[in-house]
């Protein structure tokens, strides 16, 4: 991820990248052939090169993807930023995992804020050899606000219309929303539950068949009934929490993880993390702070590092979360089960006394539909400020 004010002084690190998994020490196209990677957890994941041998020796061409590796699971990445930022370095990182260092190659999608408008790509082929996907690692685009997403395709068929994230209007504001987890509530029947105790028409409805987006379009169709008008971040922050609250309570063995955007600068995670039976794939969130002083970053998909200090200046700070740690050198810390935190201006926050903050000073939610605003009187009284430390 190259940051605000930088021109590309990145380098290629040909090596050993020791921090979730073990690589062969070999070029960069030897090491494709290499049969496994040991990744956080101890699990192990199996190229898409290999998938025909571990599955009895079956052809490429026969192979189900889902009977072989239902246990595995989507993958996520999220920005926030404090300027705008170039996200090349981790996407890059990150898309390889999209077919290559991982078996994440039913799809991938990616989604930016530009002001209060929101460019998306879309793609059903895996990442790490999209056409589209090989030009946006090499696109300068910079932004406050991005969600992308690599699929593992086990509820919803291979389709453009099942690929994250997905994206709706709501009070006048694009909001942005990528899922990973497992919740049978919402794939085993077209009419969804509703949520929460404000009830109200259904206006949103899922396009595609996975539960990721039926779970979207359920809490986007709660949040709508409970408030009339624009809720301050506090309310919404606690509003959001009681539905994920609600959602896991009505699973057995949930795992429920998203990222939600509402607008160029307010980022939701959540994260229920956990494995499904029988494997030892960790599906959770782990977020990272890049801030001064900055230091040379290591992907652990691919031998590319940079140093961010000669590419940064002292207002740059960004807030990276993913699925796991996307590189070697960093602290990357993990969220806690059942956990939401607000992400602004690069900074994490854990409570509704935090998110006052930042509604204080001036960063809730905008939109230009006039019937939409409120009073500014819901729950701004409060100065106390609950942050994550950075690393």
């Known amino acids: 991820m190259l940051m605000a004010c930088q021109s590309d002084s990145s380098h290629l690190r040909l090596g050993l990248n020791p921090h979730n998994f073990q690589r062969d020490k070999r070029s960069l196209?030897?090491?494709?052939?290499?049969?496994?990677?040991?990744?956080?957890?101890?699990?192990?994941?199996?190229?898409?090169?290999?998938?025909?041998?571990?599955?009895?020796?079956?052809?490429?061409?026969?192979?189900?993807?889902n009977k072989c590796y239902a246990l595995q699971m989507c993958q996520l990445l999220g920005m926030n930023c404090a300027t705008p930022t170039d996200f090349n370095f981790s996407f890059r990182g990150f898309s390889r995992r999209g077919g290559d260092t991982d078996v994440h190659s039913d799809g991938w999608g990616l989604a930016w804020y530009e002001g209060c408008g929101v460019r998306a790509f879309h793609d059903s082929d895996s990442a790490a050899t999209s056409y589209i996907a090989e030009m946006i690692r090499n696109y300068p685009v910079k932004t406050l606000n991005m969600i992308s997403h690599i699929r593992y395709a086990t509820i919803g068929g291979k389709q453009l219309c099942n690929v994250h994230p997905f994206q709706r209007e709501m009070w006048g504001i694009n909001w942005v929303y990528a899922h990973n987890g497992d919740l049978p509530t919402f794939s085993s029947q077209r009419e969804y539950p509703w949520l929460g105790q404000s009830k109200g028409e259904k206006i949103y409805y899922p396009i595609g068949d996975t539960d990721s987006e039926a779970v979207f379009c359920s809490l986007l169709n709660s949040l709508r009934a409970r408030f009339k008008t624009l809720p301050t971040l506090p309310v919404l922050y606690n509003a959001i929490e009681e539905l994920c609250r609600e959602i896991v309570n009505g699973e057995d063995n949930p795992i429920f993880n998203f990222l939600l955007a509402c607008g160029e600068n307010t980022l939701f995670a959540y994260s229920t993390p956990g494995a499904r039976a029988g494997s030892k794939v960790w599906n959770?969130?782990?977020?990272?702070?890049?801030?001064?002083?900055?230091?040379?970053?290591?992907?652990?998909?691919?031998?590319?590092?940079?140093?961010?200090?000669?590419?940064?200046?002292?207002?740059?700070?960004?807030?990276?979360?993913?699925?796991?740690?996307?590189?070697?050198?960093?602290?990357?810390?993990?969220?806690?089960?059942?956990?939401?935190?607000?992400?602004?201006?690069?900074?994490?926050?854990?409570?509704?006394?935090?998110?006052?903050?930042?509604?204080?000073?001036?960063?809730?939610?905008?939109?230009?539909?006039?019937?939409?605003?409120?009073?500014?009187?819901?729950?701004?009284?409060?100065?106390s400020c609950s942050m994550v430390p950075p690393w």
């Open 29 to 65: 196209s030897n090491a494709r052939s290499s049969t496994a990677f040991l990744t956080s957890r101890n699990s192990l994941l199996f190229q898409p090169s290999d998938l025909a041998r571990k599955c009895n020796n079956i052809p490429r061409a026969k192979l189900s993807y």
């Open 284 to 383: 959770g969130l782990y977020y990272t702070i890049r801030e001064p002083p900055f230091q040379t970053a290591s992907l652990t998909d691919l031998d590319y590092s940079i140093n961010f200090a000669d590419v940064t200046t002292e207002n740059c700070r960004v807030a990276v979360i993913a699925t796991s740690p996307l590189t070697t050198d960093e602290t990357w810390v993990e969220f806690e089960s059942g956990q939401l935190i607000l992400f602004d201006e690069g900074l994490p926050y854990t409570n509704a006394n935090g998110c006052a903050k930042v509604e204080q000073d001036g960063k809730g939610l905008s939109t230009k539909a006039k019937e939409m605003l409120p009073g500014k009187d819901m729950d701004l009284n409060r100065s």
